[in-house]
């Protein structure tokens, strides 16, 4: 089992839906990253969180650290939002990567 | 301006042979990080390095060696290629901080060995 589990593996929308991706973690943690690949393999680093809930545009990410869970948050979801998005934990020199979550979204 | 930058993007070689990867980062960050991505996608971290401390992911063959020539820069060379080393591999560099994300990543390498 991985230390790292993200759910679904593959999800697919239509234009306009929330969407939620859930990761749960099994080790402790000092902060939970959530990452954005595109389909031409670039990661951007969405959000770093150790507690509670942020927020960067359409984008939601919330923490329960008694429950070791967080989730990611897509409201009004686009087209363009389609990606892989993966959960990973610790801290950078220690990071433990999720297996990723495919994202798409149709028109 | 690029944060991150890696050289060569795609990189095809023979096995057996050496080969570097550059990584350069502009944002004055100390730790900078090599992972490895392979053909499942799953995202894994090969080394992490600042100007005191080079920490080794214990999985990593010896064959793979982090070179710092100063702060901006982590380059990754790797001897004697094998097949099983083809994948992406992506720099990374980070700054202690609170808030906003604290990693930025590289655009990746994707090396294929044959």
């Known amino acids: 089992k991985n230390e790292v589990e993200q759910s679904p593996q593959n999800l697919t929308a239509q234009e306009g839906e929330f969407i939620t991706i859930n990761c749960s973690y099994s080790v402790g943690i000092s902060a939970l990253h959530w990452l954005q690949q595109h389909p031409g393999g670039g990661i951007v680093s969405l959000f770093m969180l150790s507690s509670g809930k942020k927020k960067h545009g359409r984008l939601i990410a919330t923490i329960n650290i008694q429950e070791k869970h967080s989730s990611l948050h897509i409201t009004a979801s686009h087209p363009r939002d389609s990606a892989v998005y993966i959960c990973?934990?610790?801290?950078?020199?220690?990071?433990?990567f999720g297996t990723g979550t495919r994202l798409q979204v149709f028109p | 301006d690029t944060a991150v930058s890696q050289t060569p993007k795609y990189l095809v070689t023979q096995m057996g042979n050496d080969k570097s990867i550059k990584c350069e980062q502009n944002l004055g960050h100390d730790t900078m990080y090599w992972y490895k991505q392979d053909s499942k996608k799953f995202l894994k971290i090969m080394f992490s390095?600042?100007?005191?401390?080079?920490?080794i992911n214990e999985t990593v063959p010896n064959r793979f060696s982090p070179k710092s020539p100063d702060k901006a820069h982590l380059n990754l060379h790797i001897n004697s290629l094998e097949l099983g080393d083809s994948a992406v591999y992506f720099c990374?560099?980070?700054?202690?901080?609170?808030?906003?994300?604290?990693?930025?990543f590289g655009p990746g390498t994707r090396l294929t060995v044959t």
């Open positions: 990374a560099s980070s700054q202690e901080t609170t808030g906003s994300p604290s990693t930025y």
């Open positions: 990973a934990v610790g801290s950078p020199d220690k990071l433990i």
């Open positions: 390095y600042n100007n005191k401390e080079l920490i």
